[in-house]
């Protein structure tokens, strides 16, 4: 009778998580098309101008993302971060992105939740596997400081995951024209 019901509470237990992965994926996505929408709405109330490169970035960006979405997750920012950290011309449209995106509050804004968005789904993708992490960590190690250097490389990796090439479409606005 004991292993049925380990049994049971563990099919329980596998069932959840998949429904709650679902669920995550799919309330994510839908932020991010209503942000999409909320950009464009800028557009046609001529708060921002459709020439404008960072208005392009963003919305190519954001339809990007909910197309690669359900590949996205902190493993793969892990390795497009380490990967493109030293990467010139990235750097380059990161920081021309930053200068760009000073000059109109309404884009950084929309920027600023595009990047939340895409973190939060990555945290709660992943909390199970941060959780035991952190107990694994905490426990054999006992080192605070060593757990909270590497969650910072985790939380680098995601905010420069909306600007890598590989998830967002910076390759397209590395030209000349858009450089500050």
């Not at 590949?71 to 011309?89: E, G, P, Q």
């Not at 884009?107 to 990047?115: E, G, R």
Request: aromatic fraction near 14%; glycine fraction near 2%.
């Amino acid at each position: 009778m004991a292993p049925l019901i380990i049994f049971s509470i563990s099919l329980l237990v596998y069932y959840s998580l998949r429904l709650y992965k679902r669920y995550n994926f799919r309330k994510h996505q839908l932020q991010l098309y209503a942000l999409r929408d909320e950009l464009r709405q800028l557009a046609i109330d001529k708060k921002v101008s459709t020439t404008d490169w960072v208005f392009n970035y963003l919305d190519s960006s954001i339809s990007k993302s909910v197309h690669n979405f359900g590949t996205i997750n902190i493993w793969y920012a892990m390795y497009l971060s380490k990967i493109h950290h030293l990467d010139n011309r990235y750097v380059d449209f990161k920081s021309n992105l930053e200068i760009s995106l000073g000059r109109s509050p309404d884009l950084k804004l929309i920027n600023s939740k595009y990047s939340k968005i895409i973190a939060e789904y990555i945290w709660h993708r992943h909390a199970l596997s941060f959780f035991v992490i952190h107990l694994g960590l905490t426990s054999v190690l006992n080192s605070f400081s060593f757990f909270s250097k590497n969650m910072k490389k985790v939380s680098m990796s995601i905010k420069n995951l909306t600007t890598l090439p590989e998830t967002s479409t910076s390759e397209s606005f590395l030209n000349k024209a858009n450089l500050c």
